[in-house]
């Protein structure tokens, strides 16, 4: 991995340590460009991570809220692009997959600490309070469940 991104890689550590979890118990299993941490706001699961790319590296958390399946109302969709829009700072709703997660993403150039610590507190703040609210309303099952 490339100097930006071991760098990051301690600082996403040392604030994963601050928050009072133990980082290698968190390690999700990953491949040689990305480490991966897991870790749990409220009824959120929050994955942290970062990436090597070629231009550098990115920093990225991630919190799966609720799965979509095939009945999935498009209200929905328009729901989320109007939380985006209205109401979500730092982050926004996507799809990954089969499920609606929270996520924000950086570069890893320049990262400090208190970046790392607000997105992990931002998305993990989100994420739990959107996935009960999205399933009551939309009638989908939580990520997490």
């Known amino acids: 991995m490339s100097a ?11 604030v994963i340590k601050g928050l ?6 968190a390690t999700i299993p990953g491949d040689a460009t990305t480490k991966a941490y897991a ?8 994955v942290v991570a970062v990436h090597k790319t070629e ?6 958390v991630l919190s799966p809220c609720v799965r979509i399946e ?3 109302s498009p209200d929905l969709y328009k729901h989320l692009l109007e939380l985006n829009a209205r109401e979500l700072v730092g982050a926004a709703f996507g799809v990954f997959g089969d499920e ?13 600490a208190s970046e790392v610590e607000a997105a992990i507190r931002n998305v993990g703040r989100i ?3 959107y996935d009960d609210a999205l399933a009551q309303r939309f009638g989908v099952k939580r990520s997490s469940d």
């Open 39 to 46: 870790l749990k706001r409220g009824s959120a699961r929050v």
């Open 55 to 60: 231009s550098g590296g990115t920093f990225r």
């Open 70 to 72: 095939a009945a999935t």
């Open 20 to 25: 009072g979890l133990d980082p290698t118990s």
């Open 127 to 129: 994420g739990d309070r």
């Open 100 to 112: 609606v997660v929270v996520v924000a993403e950086r570069s890893v150039k320049d990262l400090d």
């Open 4 to 14: 930006d991104v071991d760098e990051a890689t301690r600082l996403i550590e040392s």
